[in-house]
């Protein structure tokens, strides 16, 4: 049993409907409570779906169970196919289904539908959503693709995109541009926008361009040892990556690199002049392990940002996010526990956090900037305008999305020069962030509920013996807010280091003066 | 008192046969009232024992992502717990424990069941006993079910507030009792209203925090806020405690009538209800007149959601003019509804429980000019063309007694309003709109 406030992932079944909801003609059921219907307002909400999942939820009651559920799922299989009449069924069972027994894969394989029916083992209790996208599209994969005569032109599958994915809908259109430019077409995406008969002509494809391993790692390793297609292993997210992913391109497909660059944006605004107001800025990434090993090359290479930390919430990426934190000189955070994450970003007080909306809760309650780079989703990341991560403007999109929340170059300096200036004060966010107003309660929301002063679960960092003299505490506050932290950390690192107890003016600048770079 | 409510001619809707169909349902489950519960009592912890998806649910229906640390979590159960049950009960005391070191300022702890912890039959009574034990006397443990195999959305808040009526003190005293979590600000409302007709003492359940002096007796009488506490009714009843039947305070009618029923039960005198009730009522009067243009003669639909159903259709087909194709809910007891159903004028289909594309077929076919639905539903069908009201927003927004009577009405005249002020279709060369329904995003996949 484990205590959780927040998840980053949802359980197995949401990533089948992921799946499920990405594709065409194709029908989910799934033997679940009624409750569980609420994964529905995911797609409908928050991606402002505007068809429901194609999902038939059985709804079991508690009478039920004394009685007769797997009748139950039996009608409900029947009644979903005369009425929706898909090209494939997938069928599975929720967490509390699970727990009932009752195999409706084996049960929908001796109803003869006269469509594919595709049986799910998606263990709710061991494993998480990204788990559930991966297995249910490698199943769905297996079970429709066959090895096929090659398309004559070169194709691509692009896989991994599914619907509540971070910009899957921007990305594949980016990297259909990048391929079109090298002149190769798509043959299939999968699974957002194919129907069943679709995915039975993947096999036509030359190569398979892995975008997001999270969600199709495993039907691309089976389409390379069964339909002999090789798969990309760069995803092309930032400058760096976009280059080799089309140079990884080139040598699967001996076709000449090409790569447009008319657009792209990122390198000159990093080099512009006031863009130094970025360098070294010290870092947090947390996401899923995808876009955080994506980020972090940004970051370091791109951005000349430092990383101080980086993990991800997702196990099945552990090892390549761990690798790439050694290579930096740092350790990995791998864990799905936000107050984990939170107790490791308030130790390393960095300047700037680049997470999901855990993270984005976690920066509020700190006052630390935050930009979001990975799922779960929320509504603001389903943005009306075009706003890709991978390619050209994708890379342009993800230097726009980081500088946002950071104070402006200028404006930093006139915040350390009147830092006595009474608008200047912690509340007071970054000048372009609009009114400082207190937050108001959004209507429709959860407003009218009284209140109350948001406890932290977290504890505070042991302060240990050193005192901070009086004096001392109010030159703290004239440092601005967003160093604040970083300036206290090492000041009490330093004064411990020395045996110091007493924290006075001076310690302060003395610390100044010895973390100075 | 005041003027009896003028009774549909026709008869109302209380003999109506009930339209019952089973398939698909397209609800929350019980679990859903924690996130305005956790919020009303404000010493109180709920820790759901459930799985992955309790926890998903509750922080994608608390309004996508929440901004402020909950007073609510999840224990998840993992393989280890399911392969033994002895396990549970220790593990939960550790979570327990972990839970209220971290939190010392908890005071009361529901221990919240749900679909898997009821299929394993994990006994969270008899943890709920052992803990209070060991952490009297400063937390007290409750617990009660919220899982989707029993309960649907509002029915959380009846459980919750069900669980905490036998461990109320004994009473003799002559009280009102109010039952239901409302916002502060229409709580308060509601019982200066009844304060200035020289009612009281008031008390309500579920009291803000556990230490206040609410108990429960022979001499209490009380009038529910919300239709959906049937269970809470009845462990009133087994304490004593006896009912005041009334239409709910919903709109300057149901307000009036909700307040009447209460004014008669303590003797208060005509003159004295109608100084009181004069100035609010008019005012709601009006507030509800300006929404109601906009609503005057349009049909309306509800899918069943929060149980709010029947008195919101008494209120919008009577006092804003509205007629009612079907009215849907998730469950009627008619001891609770039956008032509002006399008032409510014989005409629509009024259905219990669902067989969702059922309804959708039935409501496609009406074409209502207004279809109140869960989320899930909403969008599909404003991309059919159909103006929605989303169900959830009546049980987050204040709704209640006269001076929200306005926004009530508000909140069913925007979407039609919003129809009008909305010039997004494409025109055709006649310079007439040509339609535009199905213009969303998804509409046209390959």
Same mark, same amino acid.
């Given at each position: 049993?484990?205590?959780?406030?927040?998840?980053?992932?949802?359980?197995?079944?949401?990533?089948?409907?992921?799946?499920?909801? =990405?594709?065409?003609?194709?029908?989910?059921?799934?033997?679940?409570?009624?409750?569980?219907?609420?994964?529905?307002?995911?797609?409908?909400?928050?991606?402002?779906?505007?068809?429901?999942?194609?999902?038939?939820?059985?709804?079991?009651? !508690?009478?039920?169970?004394?009685?007769?559920?797997?009748?139950?799922?039996?009608?409900?299989?029947?009644?979903?196919?005369?009425?929706?009449?898909?090209?494939?069924?997938?069928?599975? !069972?929720?967490?509390?289904?699970?727990?009932?027994?009752?195999?409706?894969?084996?049960?929908?394989?001796?109803?003869?539908?006269?469509?594919?029916?595709?049986?799910?083992?998606?263990?709710?209790?061991?494993?998480?959503?990204?788990?559930? !996208?991966?297995?249910?599209?490698?199943?769905?994969?297996?079970?429709?693709?066959?090895?096929?005569?090659?398309?004559?032109?070169?194709?691509?599958?692009?896989?991994?995109?599914?619907?509540?994915?971070?910009?899957?809908?921007?990305?594949?259109?980016?990297?259909?541009?990048?391929?079109?430019?090298? =002149?190769?077409?798509?043959?299939?995406?999968?699974?957002?926008?194919?129907?069943?008969?679709?995915?039975?002509?993947?096999?036509?494809?030359?190569?398979?361009?892995?975008?997001?391993?999270?969600?199709?790692?495993?039907?691309?390793?089976?389409?390379?040892?069964?339909?002999?297609?090789?798969?990309?292993?760069?995803?092309?997210?930032?400058?760096?990556?976009?280059?080799?992913?089309?140079?990884?391109?080139?040598?699967?497909?001996?076709?000449?690199?090409?790569?447009?660059?008319?657009?792209?944006?990122?390198?000159?605004?990093?080099?512009?002049?006031?863009?130094?107001?970025?360098?070294?800025?010290?870092?947090?990434?947390?996401?899923?392990?995808?876009?955080?090993?994506?980020?972090?090359?940004? !970051?370091?290479?791109?951005?000349?940002?430092?990383?101080?930390?980086?993990?991800?919430?997702?196990?099945?990426?552990?090892?390549?996010?761990?690798?790439?934190?050694?290579?930096?000189?740092?350790?990995?955070?791998?864990?799905?526990?936000?107050?984990?994450?939170?107790?490791?970003?308030?130790?390393?007080?960095?300047?700037?956090?680049?997470?999901?909306?855990?993270?984005?809760? *976690?920066?509020?309650?700190?006052?630390?900037?935050?930009?979001?780079?990975?799922?779960?989703?929320?509504?603001?990341?389903?943005?009306?305008?075009?706003?890709?991560?991978?390619? *050209?403007?994708?890379?342009?999109? *993800?230097?726009?999305?980081?500088?946002?929340?950071?104070?402006?170059?200028?404006?930093?300096?006139?915040?350390?020069?009147?830092?006595?200036?009474?608008?200047?004060?912690?509340?007071?966010?970054?000048?372009?962030?609009?009114?400082?107003?207190?937050?108001?309660?959004?209507?429709?929301?959860?407003?009218?509920?009284?209140?109350?002063?948001?406890?932290?679960?977290?504890?505070?960092?042991?302060?240990?013996?050193?005192?901070?003299?009086?004096?001392?505490?109010?030159?703290?506050?004239? *440092?601005?807010?967003?160093?604040?932290?970083?300036?206290?950390?090492?000041?009490?690192?330093?004064?411990?280091?020395?045996?110091?107890?007493?924290?006075?003016?001076?310690?302060?600048?003395?610390?100044?003066?010895?973390?100075?770079? | 008192?005041?003027?009896?409510?003028?009774?549909?001619?026709?008869?109302?809707?209380?003999?109506?046969?009930?339209?019952?169909?089973?398939?698909?349902?397209?609800?929350?489950?019980?679990?859903?009232?924690?996130?305005?519960?956790?919020?009303?009592?404000?010493?109180?912890?709920?820790?759901?024992?459930?799985?992955?998806?309790?926890?998903?649910?509750?922080?994608?229906?608390?309004?996508?992502?929440?901004?402020?640390?909950?007073?609510?979590?999840?224990?998840?159960?993992?393989?280890?717990?399911?392969?033994?049950?002895?396990?549970?009960?220790?593990?939960?005391?550790?979570?327990?424990?972990?839970?209220?070191?971290?939190?010392?300022?908890?005071?009361?702890?529901?221990?919240?069941?749900?679909?898997?912890?009821?299929?394993?039959?994990?006994?969270?009574?008899?943890?709920?006993?052992?803990?209070?034990?060991?952490?009297?006397?400063?937390?007290?443990?409750?617990?009660?079910?919220?899982?989707?195999?029993?309960?649907?959305?509002?029915?959380?808040?009846?459980?919750?507030?069900?669980?905490?009526?036998?461990?109320?003190?004994?009473?003799?005293?002559?009280?009102?009792?109010?039952?239901?979590?409302?916002?502060?600000?229409?709580?308060?409302?509601?019982?200066?209203?009844?304060?200035?007709?020289?009612?009281?003492?008031?008390?309500?359940?579920?009291?803000?925090?556990?230490?206040?002096?609410?108990?429960?007796?022979?001499?209490?009488?009380?009038?529910?806020?919300?239709?959906?506490?049937?269970?809470?009714?009845?462990?009133?009843?087994?304490?004593?405690?006896?009912?005041?039947?009334?239409?709910?305070?919903?709109?300057?009618?149901?307000?009036?009538?909700?307040?009447?029923?209460?004014?008669?039960?303590?003797?208060?005198?005509?003159?004295?209800?109608?100084?009181?009730?004069?100035?609010?009522?008019?005012?709601?009067?009006?507030?509800?007149?300006?929404?109601?243009?906009?609503?005057?003669?349009?049909?309306?639909?509800?899918?069943?959601?929060?149980?709010?159903?029947?008195?919101?259709?008494?209120?919008?087909?009577?006092?804003?003019?509205?007629?009612?194709?079907?009215?849907?809910?998730?469950?009627?007891?008619?001891?609770?509804?039956?008032?509002?159903?006399?008032?409510?004028?014989?005409?629509?289909?009024?259905?219990?429980?669902?067989?969702?594309?059922?309804?959708?077929?039935?409501?496609?076919?009406?074409?209502?000019?207004?279809?109140?639905?869960?989320?899930?539903?909403?969008?599909?069908?404003?991309?059919?063309?159909?103006?929605?009201?989303?169900?959830?927003?009546?049980?987050?927004?204040?709704?209640?007694?006269?001076?929200?009577?306005?926004?009530?009405?508000?909140?069913?005249?925007?979407?039609?309003?919003?129809?009008?002020?909305?010039?997004?279709?494409?025109?055709?060369?006649?310079?007439?709109?040509?339609?535009?329904?199905?213009?969303?995003?998804?509409?046209?996949?390959?």
């Amino acid at each position: 049993m484990k205590l959780t406030v927040w998840t980053y992932e949802g359980p197995p079944h949401v990533g089948a409907m992921r799946v499920a909801t =990405g594709m065409t003609d194709l029908h989910y059921v799934l033997h679940a409570p009624q409750g569980d219907t609420y994964a529905d307002l995911l797609f409908t909400m928050i991606e402002r779906r505007d068809h429901r999942p194609p999902v038939t939820y059985t709804t079991f009651q !508690a009478r039920d169970l004394g009685a007769d559920t797997a009748n139950l799922f039996k009608q409900a299989a029947q009644d979903a196919y005369d009425r929706f009449k898909p090209q494939a069924i997938i069928v599975g !069972a929720s967490c509390t289904a699970e727990l009932i027994q009752d195999d409706p894969g084996g049960m929908a394989e001796t109803m003869g539908l006269p469509v594919p029916t595709i049986p799910l083992e998606l263990p709710s209790y061991q494993r998480k959503e990204n788990f559930g !996208a991966d297995e249910t599209f490698f199943q769905i994969v297996k079970t429709l693709a066959k090895p096929m005569e090659r398309t004559k032109q070169v194709t691509a599958n692009l896989i991994g995109p599914t619907a509540l994915g971070f910009r899957h809908r921007d990305d594949i259109q980016e990297v259909t541009a990048l391929l079109s430019d090298m =002149g190769i077409s798509v043959n299939v995406v999968a699974p957002m926008t194919s129907s069943p008969a679709d995915i039975a002509r993947m096999g036509a494809a030359h190569f398979n361009v892995l975008m997001y391993p999270e969600t199709a790692e495993s039907a691309a390793r089976w389409m390379e040892r069964d339909l002999d297609q090789p798969y990309t292993k760069t995803v092309p997210i930032g400058v760096g990556a976009t280059r080799d992913f089309v140079n990884e391109v080139a040598t699967i497909t001996g076709k000449d690199a090409y790569l447009d660059t008319s657009r792209l944006r990122l390198p000159w605004y990093s080099k512009s002049v006031d863009s130094t107001y970025l360098t070294g800025k010290r870092v947090f990434l947390f996401g899923d392990g995808t876009h955080v090993l994506a980020a972090a090359r940004i !970051a370091q290479d791109e951005m000349g940002f430092e990383v101080v930390g980086m993990g991800c919430y997702n196990r099945e990426m552990a090892r390549p996010v761990r690798t790439k934190a050694k290579d930096m000189g740092i350790e990995a955070t791998i864990t799905d526990d936000y107050l984990e994450v939170e107790r490791v970003i308030e130790a390393l007080q960095p300047e700037m956090i680049l997470g999901t909306q855990m993270e984005r809760h *976690i920066g509020k309650r700190l006052g630390i900037p935050c930009a979001v780079i990975s799922a779960p989703v929320h509504v603001q990341d389903f943005p009306a305008r075009y706003s890709p991560q991978m390619g *050209i403007e994708g890379a342009n999109v *993800i230097f726009d999305t980081w500088v946002h929340p950071l104070v402006m170059g200028l404006e930093e300096h006139l915040l350390h020069m009147f830092r006595e200036d009474f608008e200047f004060h912690d509340a007071a966010g970054p000048s372009h962030h609009g009114g400082h107003a207190p937050a108001a309660s959004g209507s429709g929301g959860p407003a009218p509920r009284p209140a109350d002063s948001p406890r932290s679960f977290s504890s505070k960092m042991n302060e240990g013996s050193v005192v901070w003299l009086a004096d001392a505490e109010q030159e703290l506050k004239k *440092i601005p807010f967003f160093v604040r932290g970083k300036a206290r950390r090492n000041t009490e690192i330093f004064a411990t280091e020395r045996g110091v107890d007493e924290i006075s003016v001076d310690t302060l600048y003395e610390a100044k003066a010895h973390f100075a770079r | 008192m005041t003027e009896l409510p003028r009774l549909p001619t026709a008869g109302g809707c209380r003999e109506t046969p009930i339209l019952k169909q089973r398939g698909q349902r397209e609800v929350f489950c019980g679990l859903t009232g924690i996130i305005w519960l956790h919020r009303k009592m404000q010493d109180a912890f709920f820790l759901v024992i459930g799985s992955r998806t309790c926890a998903h649910l509750l922080q994608s229906a608390a309004g996508v992502m929440i901004f402020a640390e909950p007073r609510f979590g999840t224990a998840i159960l993992e393989e280890t717990d399911l392969a033994g049950l002895a396990d549970a009960q220790d593990e939960l005391d550790k979570v327990v424990d972990e839970l209220l070191i971290r939190r010392p300022d908890i005071k009361q702890l529901f221990l919240v069941g749900s679909c898997p912890s009821e299929v394993i039959k994990l006994d969270l009574a008899k943890a709920a006993e052992r803990m209070t034990q060991r952490h009297a006397p400063s937390v007290r443990v409750l617990n009660f079910s919220g899982s989707g195999i029993e309960t649907t959305f509002t029915q959380g808040e009846d459980a919750c507030l069900a669980s905490m009526v036998p461990v109320l003190p004994k009473t003799d005293e002559r009280q009102l009792l109010l039952v239901g979590a409302l916002p502060d600000v229409v709580e308060e409302q509601a019982i200066g209203l009844l304060e200035a007709m020289g009612i009281g003492p008031i008390k309500v359940l579920p009291a803000p925090r556990a230490n206040s002096d609410l108990a429960v007796g022979p001499n209490t009488v009380y009038a529910l806020t919300q239709p959906f506490l049937g269970d809470t009714h009845d462990a009133l009843t087994r304490r004593g405690a006896r009912h005041i039947p009334a239409p709910f305070p919903f709109g300057e009618e149901g307000t009036t009538q909700w307040l009447a029923a209460i004014a008669t039960e303590f003797g208060v005198a005509p003159e004295l209800f109608e100084q009181v009730t004069t100035a609010p009522r008019a005012r709601a009067r009006k507030a509800i007149a300006q929404a109601a243009e906009a609503l005057n003669g349009m049909s309306i639909f509800f899918f069943p959601d929060s149980q709010l159903e029947i008195p919101l259709a008494r209120f919008l087909t009577r006092e804003c003019g509205m007629e009612a194709i079907e009215v849907g809910a998730p469950f009627i007891h008619k001891g609770i509804v039956g008032p509002d159903l006399d008032l409510l004028a014989e005409g629509p289909t009024i259905s219990e429980g669902q067989d969702v594309d059922l309804q959708l077929d039935r409501a496609k076919a009406a074409k209502p000019d207004l279809t109140v639905c869960g989320l899930g539903l909403a969008n599909p069908l404003e991309a059919e063309g159909l103006a929605t009201k989303w169900a959830i927003e009546l049980v987050f927004t204040p709704v209640h007694f006269y001076e929200q009577a306005g926004d009530l009405a508000g909140l069913f005249s925007r979407p039609i309003r919003r129809a009008d002020l909305l010039k997004l279709d494409p025109v055709s060369s006649d310079g007439k709109y040509d339609g535009g329904v199905g213009a969303g995003p998804h509409a046209q996949q390959p």
